[in-house]
């Protein structure tokens, strides 16, 4: 099996394309990433039903992340990886959700981690 490096695009300072495109394209990404963030969070301040509020809106990137390394492994691009997360975003949610309520038991979420990777696993082969 041929492992095959990720393409990184560097995009040079000094190419008007950088400073017109690139530049506010990337700031404003990360101005509504931050946005979003701060919103998840004031999330958590509401007693006793936030932190379980900010689990479930960020499940689907949790089931995202412990997929993600299983698909890598399985060679798929970042399009195939992105397909199969919007196709199949309901899995993905309730994966999540189960793996994010696992980590929040304090003596357990170490062990939680690894049997969620397990999980993966065998998900990914009893449906691929």
Known sequence: IKLVAPIR????????????????MKIGKYAIICILFIIQLSLSFIPIIGPFLFQMSISPYIGKIYLTRILRLQHLNNLQRK????NHFGLFVSFGITAALLETIPFLSGVAVSTNYISTGLWLIDNY
């Open 9 to 24: 695009y560097y995009v040079p300072i000094t190419t008007t394309y950088f400073w017109i495109y690139h530049l506010p």
């Open 83 to 86: 397909e199969r997360f919007y």
